[in-house]
């Protein structure tokens, strides 16, 4: 399991060979034995099979070709819709619009996700996450028909892989773990190391080579306001109104 975990680079690049809706339904129903936040299982999967959405999803995610040629193309929603219908059984309803409604429904589908990606990379299969879909989170809530209380988060597309991406290396674990005391002062060392360690990877890996270090890249990235609609669009869906 550990070799698995330490081998994932995403895969953006597919075999034309499909997967049977069987495959897929061992790779989902392991990862919904993840663990989730008061077990209220937030979350729902659209699985695009009609070819049109598909093309429709990777237009409005900016990703056409990886959702065209992926064999499986997923839409990952936090949802507390079903929780709704399950509180209205006994004639109440939810609260829903609080933080903590938000990032219980954002984590328990991230978890959800992250269980999938392990059990189709143990199965052989490639993927990427497609966090292009929140580019245009409206009108794809409109193309499947997403009610309140449903919103994608990410897309996913999945599928036999036509390329194997050298693994990109992680921050120090010193850097990522704090012993009792969250502690600042080391970033500045560690990062000039890891600047080095992921420049030479950029510099050496086979596709898409650049000179660049983790730092500009964050530099680059960090500093721009992004999505700024999401905000107005998570409270057309009823979360985070308060
Ligand atoms: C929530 C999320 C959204 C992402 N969105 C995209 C995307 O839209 N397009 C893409 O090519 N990669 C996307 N990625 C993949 C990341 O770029 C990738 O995981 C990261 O660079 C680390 O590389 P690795 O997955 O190969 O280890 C996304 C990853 C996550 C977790």
């Known amino acids: 399991m550990i070799d698995l975990l330490k081998s994932h680079a995403s895969v953006r690049r597919y075999k034309d060979v499909p997967i049977t809706d069987e495959q897929f339904k061992e790779v989902i129903e392991a990862a919904q034995h993840a663990a989730s936040s008061h077990f209220v299982q937030a979350y729902s999967v659209i699985q695009v099979k009609d070819v049109d959405k598909k093309e429709a999803l990777g237009k409005l995610s900016n990703n056409e070709l990886q959702f065209k040629t992926a064999a499986l193309s997923l839409l990952f929603c936090a949802d507390l819709k079903r929780g709704q219908k399950a509180v209205q059984i006994h004639g109440k ?13 954002s984590i328990d589908t991230a978890i959800l996700a992250q269980n999938f990606v392990v059990a189709a990379e143990s199965k052989g ?11 245009n989170p409206k009108e794809i809530s409109e193309l499947f028909g997403l009610p309140d209380y449903v919103i994608p988060l990410f897309g996913m597309t999945v599928g036999v892989p036509d390329e194997q991406n050298e693994v990109k290396p992680r921050l120090a674990v010193d850097s990522i773990v ?24 950029y ?33 057309s869906k009823g979360f985070l109104k308060q």
């Open 93 to 105: 309803d939810i609260v829903g619009d609080t933080v903590e409604d938000f990032l219980v429904a």
């Open 125 to 135: 299969y490639g993927i990427c996450y497609i966090g292009g879909v929140r580019n």
């Open 178 to 201: 704090h012993v009792d005391t969250y502690d600042e002062n080391k970033y500045e060392k560690q990062l000039e190391e890891y600047d080095d360690i992921f420049n030479q990877y």
């Open 203 to 235: 510099r050496q890996r086979t596709n898409n080579k650049k000179d660049k270090t983790w730092t500009e890249t964050m530099a680059d990235f960090l500093p721009k306001k992004r999505r700024e609609h999401l905000k107005q669009f998570v409270e």
